[in-house]
C-alpha cells in the first residue's frame, strides 16, 4: 500500500517552455502532497505543500508564478514549471502521507528528471 | 524550528562490515524521526521510523536505530553491510501532527567487496 507514482519519469525540453508533472496516488487518497526538489549531491528542498481543492503553499523564495501547482483531485497533484530555464534543471520529487496509522508517514515518488536546454 | 545534522557525507565499509549512518536532531517538541534510502535517480523509499513507541525501531533490509532523547540521535546501524546497501540515506524530523519533513544532508553509503 501507499504507492505514489510520478509521470514522466524524465523530460527534455527547450528553454522557454512548460513542462508538467503528475503526482498520484496509487491506492489511497491525499488531500495533501508535498514537492521537492533536489539537486546533484543535494539534500531535498521542500518546494510547497499542494492541497486538495485549494491554493498551494509555498515555501519562501520558490516563486508560484514559475512553478505551478494544481490539485485537483484527491489522488492527483501536478506541477508546471512554467517558461522553464537551464537553471531550473534538477531532480523532481513529490510526496503524500499516509493515513490512518500511517499518516505521520511521507510516501515518495519516484522522481522526475528534468532537463532544460 | 527543527533541524537534523547527519555526520560524514560519506560513509565507507567492506561488505560484512558494521553499518553506522549517524543524525543527531534539534527540534522544540518530541519529535518523529525517518530514515529514507535512495538510490540513483530514484525517489526515497521508508526504511524505519520512530513515533514514540519503542526507542528501537527495526526497519526493512536488517536496518535498525535507536532513538536516544538524551544525546538527541537517532542513528542507523546495520549489523553487516551487502553491496546493494550502497545508496545515499537521508535522516528526517517532523512534528508529531505535521507531515512536513526537515530532511539532513544525506550520506552516501559506499560498501567495497
Known amino acids: 500500500g501507499a504507492v505514489v507514482s510520478q509521470h514522466p519519469s524524465w523530460v527534455i525540453c527547450k528553454s522557454g517552455t512548460s513542462v508538467k508533472i503528475e503526482c498520484r496516488s496509487l491506492?489511497?487518497?491525499?488531500?495533501?502532497m508535498f514537492w521537492y526538489r533536489q539537486f546533484p549531491k543535494q539534500s531535498l528542498m521542500l518546494m510547497a505543500t499542494?492541497?486538495?481543492?485549494?491554493?498551494?503553499?509555498?515555501e519562501q523564495g520558490v516563486e508560484k508564478d514559475k512553478f505551478l501547482i494544481n490539485h485537483a483531485s484527491l489522488t492527483l497533484s501536478t506541477l508546471t514549471v512554467t517558461s522553464a530555464h537551464p537553471e531550473d534543471s534538477s531532480f523532481y520529487i513529490c510526496?503524500?502521507?499516509?493515513?490512518?496509522?500511517?499518516?505521520?508517514?511521507?510516501?515518495f515518488g519516484p522522481g522526475t528528471r528534468l532537463l532544460v536546454l | 524550528a527543527q533541524s537534523v545534522t547527519q555526520l560524514g557525507s560519506h560513509v565507507s565499509v567492506s561488505e560484512g562490515a558494521l553499518v553506522l549512518l549517524r543524525c543527531n536532531y534539534s527540534s522544540s517538541v518530541p519529535p518523529y524521526l525517518f530514515w529514507y534510502v535512495q538510490y540513483p535517480n530514484q525517489g526515497l523509499q521508508l526504511l524505519l521510523k520512530y513515533t514514540s513507541a519503542a526507542t528501537l525501531v527495526k526497519g526493512i533490509n536488517g536496518f535498525e536505530a535507536e532513538f536516544k532523547k538524551s544525546e538527541t540521535s537517532f542513528h542507523l546501524t546495520k549489523p553487516s553491510a551487502h553491496m546493494s546497501d550502497a545508496a545515499e540515506y537521508f535522516c528526517a524530523v517532523s512534528e508529531p501532527g505535521y507531515s512536513t519533513l526537515t530532511f539532513g544532508k544525506g550520506t552516501m553509503l559506499l560498501v567495497s567487496p
Open positions: 491506492d489511497f487518497q491525499a488531500t495533501t
Open positions: 510526496s503524500a502521507p499516509g493515513t490512518g496509522d500511517t499518516q505521520e508517514t511521507q510516501y
Open positions: 499542494s492541497n486538495e481543492g485549494s491554493k498551494a503553499t509555498y
